[in-house]
């Protein structure tokens, strides 16, 4: 079975679609019933890659490789390392939550609806799992469709403007990103002799710093408009306030990390030369550092409760670009763990405001208050939701961030000093809102009859609290997982960073202390030099010591 886990977890959501086609239209429950079995059933079939993923391993796991289109050199290829395994269960639990989200928000064209969803859930998984660039393309560009539908046929009321800005903007960046795979393969044609897409095959491409900057900024657009970087973050507030809620949901959790995912995946490996470059990496920290504030400044001023978190995704998103371009251990592992807590913290939020949308058909800020005295439930879930997305210690959202700093420092202090000003922002704009809707008294009269939450709508939220828990109070499995990968990529981009070339890579490396020459670190060595965590939330200067200590 393991030969065909990812295939198997691929493409359950299309199974599931075939016999969604065939329920009649008008039994609207059984067809709810039937898409929220298909999206449980695709999270419990990928819970076996946790239980059999193998830590240390090197390289790929559970890999699938098939000719498709041989005479174009693209083959169904597939398989996983520890990012793609966290992004992989981020996706499969998300994507049922957000299914289950739309038990009730959903009344026309259901069948429809679920439909696009369990598409979108294809897509997304895909993306996750390819190793072949032009899969991996055809997987970036189904997401397009059933999102655009989404967002278009049920979203709010100016949702065909919010769909058509989010299909344009996205479009854009994918042909851009075409344009610079299509380079990689010509280049691979001249210098081997033979046409591929695969990942490993590109990576063996020696390409002049000019080539690799140009294909650096045409696989810049594409990712920074997916996660969305600043500038091009435009079209995410109008999308989030416009889409229904499961849409918001699998939107803030799922489709902004998969501009992430590229730039870890497919920018630093194909192209370490540019990465590298100082310029750029310049250019990408300070446009994260001012989406950080920006994003946080904005979401202040909002008066829109929806608007409010979608901003805040923009400041969240910064951290996590600034973690990868760091470009050490701690700023990358940072950044993945980052990336799930945000679909965890970011989708609870958008499910809070979804069930209260379904109350009370607005989400003014003002038009509420007091909300605490009436639905006491709503409110202790959502201060776990608000505390987590703020980065409270013992909630996922601080190992995260303190990790992303730690590599943000690293590299340069300066872009911590800036960057953590958004962590105070942060803190102020989630706490305020807090304040304004939960807090004090019912100030609207309208409020006094909204029901509490309903046994459905606590499940919702079980599971993703528990998760913010464990991650807050025991990160570790998580750094396991991600150390194989991050210590590739960073060897990748900065050969030697382990074995004693980090004074070669840039970083100014100080005489360790008489007290960090501790006495265990002959396992390191044993280890061929590569630190025992080097991605863990474990001291930057530890990681120093053993460097210089073999001098």
């Known amino acids: 079975m393991d030969q065909h886990l990812l295939s198997i977890i691929l493409l359950t959501p299309l199974a599931g679609l075939a016999v969604l086609l065939l329920i009649p239209g008008k039994n609207k429950d059984l067809i709810r019933l039937w898409a929220n079995l298909v999206g449980l059933a695709g999270f419990l079939i990928s819970l076996p890659l946790v239980a059999r993923f193998q830590l240390n391993h090197p390289g790929y796991q559970f890999e699938e490789s098939a000719p498709w289109i041989p005479t174009l050199g693209a083959n169904y290829h597939i398989g996983i390392d520890g990012i793609s395994l966290l992004l992989i269960m981020l996706t499969t639990l998300m994507g049922s939550i957000a299914i289950l989200c739309s038990w009730n928000a959903i009344q026309e064209r259901v069948k429809e609806y679920y439909a696009m969803f369990l ?31 989404i967002i278009g046929v049920w979203g709010g ?13 996205t479009l ?6 075409l344009l610079g795979i299509l380079t990689l393969y010509f280049a691979h044609f001249s210098q081997f002799g033979f046409y591929t897409f695969e990942i490993a095959d590109l990576m063996k491409l020696n390409l002049p710093l000019g080539t690799q900057q140009w294909v650096f900024w045409a696989f810049f657009i594409g990712f920074a408009i997916k996660v969305p970087m600043f500038p091009f973050h435009t079209w995410l507030p109008d999308a989030h306030v416009e889409a229904p809620t499961g849409g918001s949901v699998i939107l803030a959790a799922v489709l902004l990390k998969m501009g992430t995912y590229g730039f870890l995946r497919f920018s630093l490996t194909l ?3 540019a990465s590298m470059d100082q310029k750029i990496v310049q250019i990408l920290a300070i446009l994260s550092i001012i989406g950080i504030i920006y994003g946080a400044l904005v979401s202040l001023m909002q008066s829109d409760w929806k608007k409010l978190i979608a901003y805040s995704s923009v400041s969240h998103l910064g951290f996590c670009t600034l973690g990868i371009f760091s470009m050490n251990p701690n700023g990358i592992a940072g950044s993945v763990l980052q990336q799930v807590n945000h679909g965890i913290s970011t989708g609870m939020l958008f499910l809070i405001i979804g069930i209260i949308y379904e109350r009370r058909h607005t989400r003014e800020i003002k038009e509420y208050g007091g909300l605490a005295h009436v639905m006491p439930k709503f409110a202790i879930i959502f201060a776990i939701a ?12 601080f190992v995260g961030e303190f990790t992303i700093m730690q590599g943000a420092f690293e590299a340069n202090p300066i872009w911590a000093a800036f960057a953590v000003t958004g962590v105070i922002l942060g803190a102020a704009y989630l706490l305020w809102l807090y304040q304004r809707t939960m807090l004090g008294q019912v100030t609207n009269g309208k409020n006094l009859t909204i029901p509490d939450l309903s046994a459905r709508e606590v499940a919702l939220f079980v599971p993703l609290i528990a998760w913010s828990i464990w991650i807050g109070i025991y990160p570790k499995p998580y750094f396991d997982i991600l150390r194989q990968p991050v210590t590739e990529i960073v060897e990748r981009v900065r ?15 100080p005489k360790p202390l008489p007290a960090q020459r501790a006495p265990g670190r002959a396992s390191d060595q044993n280890r061929g030099g590569v630190p025992a965590q080097p991605a863990a939330v474990s001291s930057i200067v530890s990681q ?5 200590g073999g001098q």
Do not use: C
Not at 495 to 509: E, L
Not at 544 to 548: E, L, M, N, P, T
């Open 119 to 149: 598409i979108l859930q294809t897509g997304m998984i895909g993306v996750f799992l390819s190793l072949d660039f032009f899969l991996f393309y055809v997987f970036w560009e189904l997401v397009l469709v059933p999102m655009y539908f």
């Open 386 to 397: 608000m505390l987590s997305s703020a980065g409270l210690p013992l909630l996922n959202g």
């Open 172 to 177: 854009a960046g994918s042909v851009l990103m």
């Open 271 to 273: 192209l370490p030369k």
């Open 157 to 169: 009321p100016r949702k065909l403007y919010a769909a058509i800005k989010f299909f344009l903007y």
């Open 495 to 509: 050969p030697g960073y382990f074995d004693g070339g980090v004074r070669n890579a840039g970083v100014p490396v």
């Open 544 to 548: 120093r010591s053993r460097v210089g």
